[in-house]
């Protein structure tokens, strides 16, 4: 079957992607900004996930 949510997270997605292309014509990384889907109920991907993004973060925060 389809998920119902597969159509509002390909808009979001979009919008992700644009965003990072502002981003970028501003100077800014892009990788400062991320979309994760998760279906972890738990949390614990979620959890995960942040923990990944702040260690991505780290250099660019020293960077400027």
């Known amino acids: ?11 979001e997605e979009k919008k992700v992607y ?7 014509e ?5 990788e400062r900004l991320r979309m994760v ?4 109920y738990s949390g614990e991907e979620i959890q995960k996930q942040v923990e990944s993004m702040k260690k991505d973060l780290r250099p660019l925060m020293i960077k400027g």
């Open 26 to 30: 501003f100077g800014i990384e892009k």
């Open 37 to 40: 889907l998760s279906k972890d």
């Open 1 to 11: 079957g389809r998920c119902h949510f597969e159509d509002g997270n390909f808009r």
């Open 18 to 24: 644009f965003i990072q292309k502002i981003l970028e």
